[in-house]
């Protein structure tokens, strides 16, 4: 198991992460740098990080992202209409929540990831959604 964030990346780089791309939607300016850094190591394209559902689907027309990364709670607003609507364009979804108890219906298309998660957890989710966008 690699030990360093550095390792995480460098084998995730190696393990098809490398050229996707990826909207990041999170509203905590510390967490949303720190992911962002975490996945241009690993030679994924970013779209963002931005905070708002408005900002979000003006960089999907403008990107084409294939997946996206959404925290739940947006200063407040729930992000559950924009994970639909990333859905409905045929983005997979992978939702990071620190929230124990999340809508039934969200695990009918979206990956659920609850924080706090390891660098190793983001990664290895990354790359089986991606896997699974590769094979349809």
């Known amino acids: 198991m690699p030990s360093t964030e550095r390792e995480v990346a460098g084998n995730a780089a190696q393990s098809g992460l490398r050229g996707v791309r990826v909207l990041l939607v999170e509203d905590s300016w510390q967490v949303a740098d720190a992911l962002s850094l975490l996945l241009e190591k690993t030679g994924m394209i970013v779209s963002g990080p931005v905070a708002t559902v408005k900002e979000a689907q003006g960089l999907v027309a403008e990107h084409n992202p ?6 739940v709670n947006l200063k407040g607003e729930m992000a559950y209409a924009l994970m639909d609507w990333l859905h409905e364009r045929g983005i997979q979804v992978l939702v990071i929540s620190g ?3 999340l809508p039934e219906s969200l695990g009918t298309f979206a990956t659920i990831l609850h924080k706090p998660f390891t660098a190793a957890a983001l990664l290895t ?4 959604m991606s896997q699974r966008q590769s094979n349809r």
Do not use: E, M, N
Request: glycine residues 0%; charged residues 40%.
């Open 66 to 71: 294939k997946l996206a990364i959404v925290d």
């Open 125 to 128: 989710t990354l790359r089986r």
């Open 99 to 101: 929230y124990a108890d």
